[in-house]
């Protein structure tokens, strides 16, 4: 059995502030759950976050209060962290006094996101992202999954659903392609070399909560086991329940996640293949099968033109 935990990057709407939206999953198989989750939370308290969320946006920002603080780099982290909160509450008292109530709950916000990570330099903010991005690439017995979605390319072409569903629907494709494909090598060893059975490996989606996606996240996958059931599918029943929705700040497979989409995001938007081109490797492209057709289960949606590595490496998969 086989989890796969989703989170997305960018925004679903169009224009929204991004030109991207990403849905992307890290599928781990049960069995190696607890040695992935204790791999990074040894990382993560290395670096004085143990139990914190691990939240890549706000963890690589730049924080303006430690670039005018002299001396920051020598400072050990208790006095990195009065140091900052000083300028913090300083910065809050004068914002609240400008009148600007807008500004003030905006400058609480990033304070209140950025609090866990306060004391490391963004040098070892971005050092602590990969470790845990080449932790996560060395993993071979888990599989990162992505559909990316270039919103302006998606406008230009006739769809009948929203770029949430869309992602989501081509997620289930990418995940059922990989459950099918982990089949390959489930095989119970019988009395005899002729007895060989197949097992069934099946999986379940785990995303991270909003209130806006679940509802039809959990439609779109009813309907996709009605289908199975009535038309006796032997592809997607492998997929087991709705997708279970958790909170990302608890669920620490979730935060991998979070950094595999944004690592996306940063590569499609940006072309920034910092973090990307640690994560994004040959396990995105499944081995190869009878028709030599290997099944990509990272795909970028943009024009066919598209340089980027993704639409490089990748095949187009029939849905
Ligand atoms: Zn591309």
Redesign the pocket.
């Known amino acids: 059995m086989c989890l796969c935990y989703l989170d997305e990057s960018g925004v679903p709407e169009i224009p929204g502030n991004s030109t991207h939206f990403v849905l992307a999953g890290i599928a781990i198989p049960i069995e190696r759950w607890r040695e992935a989750d204790a791999a990074i939370s040894e990382i993560m308290s290395r670096y004085g976050l143990a139990g914190e969320e691990l939240h890549t946006a706000w963890l690589l920002r730049k924080y303006l209060e430690q670039s005018r603080i002299d001396g920051f780099d020598v400072m050990d982290w208790d006095q990195r962290r009065a140091q900052v909160g000083r300028l913090q509450v300083a910065e809050i008292h004068r914002v609240r006094k400008l009148g600007i109530a807008k500004r003030n709950s905006q400058l609480k916000k990033v304070y209140r996101h950025t609090n866990p990570y306060v004391h490391l330099t963004l040098e070892e903010r971005n050092q602590l992202a990969f470790e845990i991005a080449e932790t996560i690439a060395k993993w071979d017995w888990a599989v990162l999954i992505a559909y990316?979605i270039?919103k302006s390319y998606f406008l230009t072409k006739i769809r009948r659903d929203h770029v949430n569903e869309s992602a989501f629907r081509n997620i289930i494709i990418s995940f059922d392609k990989l459950l099918q494909y982990a089949e390959g090598f489930n095989f119970i060893e019988g009395d005899d070399t002729h007895s060989q059975n197949q097992i069934r490996e099946h999986g379940l989606l785990i995303h991270d909560n909003n209130a806006t996606v679940a509802l039809k996240h959990t439609r779109h996958m009813r309907t996709v086991h009605a289908d199975v059931l009535r038309w006796q599918m032997n592809t997607f029943d492998r997929i087991i329940e709705t997708p279970l929705f958790v909170d990302s700040s608890l669920t620490r497979m979730i935060q991998l996640a979070d950094l595999w989409a944004y690592s996306l995001r940063r590569y499609?938007e940006n072309d920034d293949s910092s973090l990307f081109s640690l994560l994004y490797n040959k396990r995105t492209l499944l081995g190869k099968t009878q028709h030599e057709f290997r099944p990509a289960i990272v795909q970028?949606f943009?024009e066919q033109s598209?340089?980027?590595?993704?639409?490089?490496n990748s095949f187009e998969l029939e849905s």
């Open positions: 990316c270039d499609v970028h943009a598209c340089p980027c590595l993704i639409c490089t």
